[in-house]
């Protein structure tokens, strides 16, 4: 073994994702970016293990890698635009500007789309008071449904049924949620009398936390003394002790932070304890050797890291396999290994 990798558990990890998907009807599995960490091609391999009709990709680009392993539907849910794929019956694009709509129906093809709803998102979606409009179109193509898409936090069971409300009134379709619960989901198909689909990602491919887990090899390991000069920007080793090479840099994702979601003034506070020792250059790396994880010495290379190891605590080998602490989302490990 070299380089860095998700180690998956595959019994695990499938039953997890079985227990979500049984309690979750309607279910759209959500396959988009790197693939939750898991690659999209596994992803689309386990919708249809779980014999789910429909997935959904986040951009045109991700349709090519998962048609291969799934042979239902796929929703895409960037909104569509003129440099959509030409027609495939397969794939369902999201229509999220009245403009489009009108354009699409007078195509007159009778494209499928979903119809996407303003929320208080802001960030997609044809606004509530202009769905009468949109819903005039809708005789000209094969409508699949209504979108809306909730933010995190507050009242999304509340606002999504207000608007689903809106949408049927407008025109009757199913409703493609995302971001609310299961039970949410069928408190809204029972009031508006729709079916519902829920589209899941997160919960559904990392709801199992203790079923997979990123390690890195040992590429070498190093004697140094206090003091001695190392890496590309010659720092002084912090004491005596190991200079240990690890597999995985920057190419991999790690030690790359996404902008943090911080909400409390704590956890803020933290984000910027954490830069100011990012930026001292002894920032804690996320490799575990000897039980904690041990700092950087400098940045993290293209595809390896180099992390200090004092003294007492003993070496790793060149071969081992350490622990390492990534963000799913924007981890690309080179193998993903299902034991
Ligand atoms: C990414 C995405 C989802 C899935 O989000 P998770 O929080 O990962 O479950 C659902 N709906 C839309 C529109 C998305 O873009």
Redesign the pocket.
């Known amino acids: 073994m070299t380089g860095t990798m998700l180690r998956v558990d595959r019994a695990g990890w499938e039953a997890g994702i079985d227990a979500v998907a049984g309690a979750t009807p309607g279910l759209v599995p ?1 396959a ?1 970016g790197n693939g939750y960490g898991f690659g999209l091609t596994n992803l689309a391999e386990q919708t249809t293990r779980m014999g789910a009709d429909t997935i959904a990709v ?1 951009t045109v680009f991700e349709i090519d890698p998962v048609r291969e392993a799934f042979d239902g539907d796929i929703v895409v ?1 960037t909104p569509w635009s003129e440099d959509f794929p030409a027609t495939d019956p397969r794939v369902i694009p999201t229509v999220s500007r009245l403009g489009d709509l009108a354009r699409l129906a007078a195509a007159g093809e009778r494209r499928r789309v979903l119809v996407e709803v303003q929320t208080s998102m802001r960030r997609h979606g044809i606004l509530p008071a202009e769905l009468n409009v949109a819903a005039g179109y809708l005789r000209a193509l094969d409508f699949a449904g209504w979108v809306i ?1 909730l933010p995190l936090s507050g009242a999304a069971a509340d606002e999504a049924l207000g608007l689903a409300g809106t949408a049927t009134n407008a025109h009757p379709g199913p409703l493609w949620l ?2 609310v619960t299961a039970a949410e989901a069928e408190r809204i198909g029972e009031r508006t009398g729709q079916p519902t689909r829920l ?5 559904l491919w990392l709801g199992a936390p203790t079923t997979y887990g990123a390690t890195s090899v040992v590429l070498d390991v190093h004697r140094v003394g206090k003091g001695e000069r190392v890496g590309y920007r010659q720092k002084k080793a912090p004491g005596n002790g190991h200079l240990v090479v690890v597999a995985g840099g920057t190419a991999h994702g790690i030690a790359l932070e996404a902008p943090t979601p911080a909400a409390t003034w704590r956890q803020r506070a933290t984000a910027v304890a954490t830069g100011v020792t990012a930026a001292s250059g002894r920032a804690l790396s996320p490799f575990s050797i000897g039980g904690a994880k041990r700092r950087f010495i400098e940045p993290p290379h293209m595809q390896s890291s180099l992390v200090f190891v004092p003294a007492e605590v003993r070496p790793p080998q060149v071969g081992d396999e350490i622990g390492v602490t990534v963000r799913n989302t924007t981890y690309l490990p080179d193998e993903i290994v299902f034991d």
Do not use: A
């Not at 589209?199 to 919960?203: E, M, N, S, V």
């Open positions: 959500v988009k986040g849910l898409h995302s971001h589209r899941l990602g997160t919960k």
